[in-house]
């Protein structure tokens, strides 16, 4: 899996090489929306990278301020190790991480729910939509 930084008032996808030294592999940039059309993704909804956003690839996708997830939001309010999407099946369920402030799914908070196409996802101030790519 790809990983790449959301920072908390813009996406910052400009701001990636001056972040790169302090991760300790390439942060590439969201992909844009022609490359996400028919695979499962996390579509970007807010902020300056609206449209693009991240393939759903192999069983699980990080989420968290860690540097080691898969997705890292660069903000104080989401949790190391936040929430991870899994693959189960054919379906993907979104899990929260035992994270303090939660995690919600269409404004509301869950621990674990199966994701269908257009939920919206909220971890801490980084929003995304749910598509299955069908």
């Given at each position: 899996?790809?990983?790449?930084?959301?920072?908390?008032?813009?996406w910052n996808?400009?701001?990636?090489?001056a972040r790169r030294a302090s991760?300790?592999?390439?942060?590439?940039?969201?992909r844009a929306a022609d490359e996400l059309s028919g695979k499962p993704r996390l579509v970007?909804?807010?902020g300056n990278a609206v449209g693009s956003g991240f393939v759903l690839q192999g069983e699980r996708t990080t989420i968290g301020r860690?540097?080691?997830s898969d997705i890292v939001i660069d903000d104080f309010t989401v949790s190391k190790h936040h929430a991870e999407v899994r693959r189960?099946?054919?379906?993907?369920?979104?899990?929260?991480?035992g994270s303090l402030n939660g995690t919600y799914l269409n404004r509301l908070p869950v621990d674990t729910?199966?994701?269908h196409d257009g939920d919206e996802i909220w971890v801490g101030k980084a929003r995304f939509t749910y598509r299955?790519?069908?």
């Open positions: 899996m790809e990983q790449t930084r959301i920072g908390t008032s813009a996808a400009g701001d990636q090489h991760v300790p592999h390439e942060v590439p940039a969201p970007i909804n807010r860690d540097s080691s189960r099946g054919d379906d993907h369920v979104l899990v929260d991480g729910a199966v994701l299955t790519g069908l």
